[in-house]
């Protein structure tokens, strides 16, 4: 069964600290990986997109790595803010229909 | 604002009635998709439009569940004879048609349903 999930569910930090959002799949055939952020009572809005062939990409202080031996993602944010405080989504595409198949999002809270 | 809007942003209804949800994709976006998100859970595909052409429903578009794209601009997603557990975030996003596997589908604020 094709399937997305993340870790931890909810994470709590200081401002200015980094974290890292882990992420594991088991989606095939694999097309790409994105996470996303949503703010509460917003739509999601995508951070990273990786192929298969991407190891790393960076959007600023997110960097979203990929590892499609062993179907494992994280995204590392790097010095947070209260701003990112926020569910991140991990998404995959792939399968049979090459449809979206979204994880149940880990909340992070960051406290000044 | 040139990105996907959702019209109304909630709604609160009484057990038996209709509902109708409007979303308006970003300019040229041919591809429109609806996805259904509850509390603490990632968003769930309901359904997708290329253009006018409904391409693909999921198993939880029920019967009550309608999702219309007339002139392959716009779309609304009526659902009938609603039911408590259809109270969710309905969420509506866009993406233009591209080759290859990096399409980026563009979310709306989505539209939050209560249904008493």
């Known amino acids: 069964k094709n399937q997305v999930e993340q870790s931890p569910q909810s994470l709590i930090i200081l401002e200015g600290k980094n974290c890292t959002l882990q992420?594991?799949?088991?989606?095939?055939?694999?097309?790409?990986l994105r996470w996303y952020k949503q703010d509460t009572g917003r739509g999601p809005v995508s951070l990273t997109i990786?192929?298969?062939?991407?190891n790393t990409k960076s959007n600023g202080r997110y960097t979203a790595t990929l590892d499609a031996d062993t179907k494992q993602s994280s995204l590392h944010i790097t010095a947070s803010q209260l701003s990112d405080s926020a569910s991140y989504i991990c998404v995959v595409s792939g399968g049979a229909t090459n449809k979206l198949i979204f994880g149940t999002g880990t909340l992070l809270a960051v406290q000044p | 604002d040139t990105g996907v809007s959702q019209d109304p942003r909630h709604k609160i209804t009484k057990r038996g009635q209709n509902v109708t949800f409007r979303c308006d994709p970003i300019s040229e976006h041919n591809r429109l998709y609806w996805y259904r998100q509850t509390l603490g859970q990632g968003p769930e595909f309901l359904t997708y439009?290329?253009?006018?052409?409904?391409?693909?429903k999921s198993r939880l578009l029920s019967d009550r569940f309608s999702a219309e794209r007339p002139k392959g601009s716009f779309s609304t997603l009526e659902i009938q004879r609603t039911e408590q557990g259809d109270s969710a975030m309905y969420l509506c996003?866009?993406?233009?048609?591209?080759?290859?596997?990096?399409?980026?589908?563009?979310f709306g604020p989505g539209t939050r349903l209560l249904v008493l």
């Open positions: 992420c594991n799949y088991t989606v095939s055939p694999f097309s790409n």
């Open positions: 439009f290329q253009n006018e052409a409904q391409l693909e």
């Open positions: 996003a866009s993406s233009p048609r591209v080759f290859g596997y990096q399409e980026t589908q563009y």
């Open positions: 990786m192929t298969f062939s991407e």
